[in-house]
């Protein structure tokens, strides 16, 4: 727990960025090109939050790098297939 205390500051930027691509999601329903458009974002913005999270704490491996592409790559095709399913 005191390892999350720690890192807090990094965790509520990173569930801000969630959150409000969450909202924009909802808010923007009637536009698929730009709900589109927002889960890239977010998928790019998700990546770019743990290179610098990583980065700052000296642990940043490539191997972590593409773990969090590959999650946001697999997020990006969860929330395409579901937008794009008829």
């Known amino acids: 727990m005191k390892n999350f205390a720690k890192h807090l500051p990094h965790y ?3 569930f801000g960025v969630l959150f409000l691509g ?3 999601f909802y808010l923007f329903s ?8 927002v889960a890239v974002a977010v998928a ?9 999270h990583h980065s700052i704490h000296r642990d ?3 191997s ?3 773990e969090y592409l590959l999650v946001a790559a697999l997020g990006l095709v969860i929330v395409f297939s579901l ?3 008829t």
């Open 12 to 14: 509520l930027a990173l």
């Open 22 to 24: 969450a909202l924009a």
């Open 30 to 37: 009637y536009d698929r090109a730009f709900q589109a458009a």
């Open 44 to 52: 790019i913005a998700y990546v770019a939050w743990g290179t610098v």
């Open 60 to 62: 940043l491996h490539l």
């Open 64 to 66: 972590v790098f593409i």
């Open 83 to 85: 937008m794009f399913r």
